[in-house]
């Protein structure tokens, strides 16, 4: 296996003719806090010889504080790819110009340019099923969430959670329609799968809690929660469907207001090099989207890994459901009583 480049090299090879400011402002969840410290604060404090501050919390607070302040405040936001289309369309976000970064070339393709010329993605996730084979026979398409066996054993996420207006359109698949151009069949479909629903859950420690306290045996889950679903349950397992699993990014994108622009680029481009992504990725922060990210398959067992794995993600259009949510919102919420 490859080993871990020390970030030193990087730093010094760096560090010559960057950018400097005495501020540099990002804007993400602050989760992992100490692992991100060491990974990407510590040696970008060195490139860019400034001091770092950040502003947390979730990505509709963020995304919210950054518009009522017309765009300024921040050099940098990471975004999952549902609210970055959103900052999009409010016309917060830099048009990127790629050749400032160069580590683009060593991402897949997927997370080079996802929304039309903005940020690139930084990792990449997957939305599947998890089930607990203790409890629940094999499920190997996204239809077998309607199956009679699985009556008040699902747990879904909720409609505004990343991945529950996903739920909207596999139930779309499932009638064998467009969601976005059919949203009656849709929720037709989505009615029938209530009574699979045991609950529905909006926090990620609230899906596993339900697993493990066995009130569902069966969750439509994102990736990042499989290892506190394993180590609660040992029994369960993420679900191999004919239909592929659907792609999550994060993204990072420059805000039109950002004072330091130009640094805004290298701190992009340093988060997307092979040793970042690489230690990032073993230490269980973030899937590795650099292609050249080399794990044990014991490493690699967290994550959407490999081209193979990356390549079979399909993808969902935001601007549309961005545009359809507040309807489906309001259909979720008759059929779940909200």
């Known amino acids: 296996m490859k080993s871990v480049t020390s970030l030193s090299a990087i730093v010094l090879a760096l560090g010559a003719g960057m950018a400097h400011a005495e501020t540099f402002t990002i804007s993400w969840w602050g989760y992992n806090g100490d692992k991100l410290q060491e990974n990407i604060i510590d040696p970008f404090k060195e490139i860019c010889g400034c001091e770092i501050e950040f502003e947390t919390g979730n990505n509709a607070d963020r995304l919210g504080k950054l518009a009522a302040r017309g765009g300024q405040g921040i050099d940098i936001i ?21 050749s400032k970064i160069p580590n683009l ?80 069949a849709a929720f037709a479909a989505i009615e029938e ?21 066995g009130e569902a045996s069966v969750a439509i889950a994102q990736d990042f929660t ?27 994108n420059i805000p039109t207001g950002a004072a330091n622009t130009e640094l805004a680029y290298q701190f992009i481009n340093f988060i997307l090099s092979q040793e970042v992504q690489q230690k990032n990725a073993e230490q269980g922060v973030d899937a590795p989207i650099n292609s050249e990210v080399l ?8 994550w959407t890994y490999g081209a193979d794995a990356v390549n079979a993600l399909n993808r969902i259009d935001y601007a549309a459901m961005n545009a359809a949510k507040a309807d489906w919102i309001e259909r979720w919420n008759e059929i779940f009583g909200m």
């Open 193 to 213: 799968l209530k009574v699979n629903s045991a609950k529905n859950y909006n926090t990620g420690s609230e899906m596993v809690n339900l697993i493990s306290t």
């Open 295 to 302: 794990l044990e398959p014991e490493q690699a067992a967290l």
């Open 105 to 184: 070339e060593n991402i897949y393709e997927i997370g080079r340019d996802p929304q039309g010329g903005y940020g690139p993605a930084y990792t990449i996730g997957r939305v599947g099923i998890a089930y607990d084979t203790a409890r629940a026979e094999p499920l190997t398409s996204w239809n077998d969430l309607w199956r009679a066996d699985l009556a008040s054993s699902v747990t879904l996420p909720g409609i505004t959670t990343t991945a529950g207006p996903m739920v909207v359109t596999l139930a779309g698949q499932h009638a064998g329609v467009d969601a976005f151009a059919d949203p009656d």
């Open 78 to 98: 990471y975004l999952t790819d549902s609210f970055s289309q959103q900052g999009i369309e409010q016309g917060l976000f830099q048009p990127i110009d790629a």
């Open 226 to 252: 499989f290892a506190s679903l394993t180590a609660a349950v040992p029994t369960m397992q993420w679900a191999t469907l004919e239909e592929g699993d659907i792609a999550t990014l994060n993204t990072v």
